[in-house]
């Protein structure tokens, strides 16, 4: 399953969906360099933000690699690497599962309990904004994607990717 991805594959979803988790398993089994979005869009770990355009030459500087994987919520950046992208695969998992894997996770960037809770209103809001962030904006990414793309509704669907 791995080889119909091509070398350059885009992985999208909300917080908690996977996508890091996934995009570490492919590059494992198949030698891809992987590109978390959070990582170009955060400029540290209390939360300042990467300029827009510098964030998105960042974005544009991994896509240029021959063989990646590119990860994140961030529709914004994403689209970026859209057009040189062989497949995209969206993890449109539900509420709980997210909420589950956020849980695992636990606070991102040395958050404290408050900005760990506004982080995890917005990732629930996620199929209520119309953000490119959001369920709207990956919906919109998945539609105008012309390759080979997989929407993914649960755990078992990605592992089956793996295996």
């Known amino acids: 399953m791995i080889e119909t991805l091509g070398p350059r594959v885009l992985i999208i979803g909300n917080s908690g969906s996977g996508k890091s988790t996934l995009a570490r398993q492919l590059a494992?089994?198949?030698?891809?360099?992987?590109?978390?979005?959070?990582r170009i869009h955060w400029l540290d770990k209390v939360g300042a933000?990467?300029?827009?355009?510098?964030?998105?030459?960042?974005?544009?500087?991994?896509?240029?690699?021959p063989r990646w994987i590119i990860e994140g919520v961030f529709g914004?950046?994403?689209?970026?690497?859209?057009?040189?992208?062989?497949?995209?695969?969206?993890?449109?998992?539900?509420?709980?599962v997210c909420c589950a894997g956020l849980a695992t996770r636990g606070p991102?960037?040395?958050?404290?309990?408050?900005?760990?809770?506004?982080?995890?209103?917005?990732?629930?809001?996620?199929?209520?904004?119309?953000?490119?962030?959001?369920?709207?904006?990956?919906?919109?990414?998945?539609?105008?994607?012309?390759g080979y793309k997989l929407r993914l509704h649960d755990r078992s669907e990605a592992a089956g990717l793996i295996n």
Do not use: N
């Open 76 to 96: 914004w950046l994403a689209e970026v690497a859209l057009p040189r992208a062989t497949a995209l695969i969206w993890l449109d998992m539900p509420w709980e």
């Open 49 to 65: 933000q990467r300029d827009e355009v510098q964030a998105k030459d960042l974005v544009r500087v991994a896509a240029r690699k």
């Open 108 to 146: 991102w960037r040395e958050a404290a309990p408050e900005a760990y809770a506004e982080f995890l209103q917005w990732a629930e809001d996620y199929w209520h904004r119309t953000t490119p962030s959001s369920f709207a904006g990956h919906l919109a990414l998945f539609e105008r994607f012309d």
């Open 28 to 38: 494992m089994r198949a030698s891809f360099h992987t590109t978390d979005l959070d």
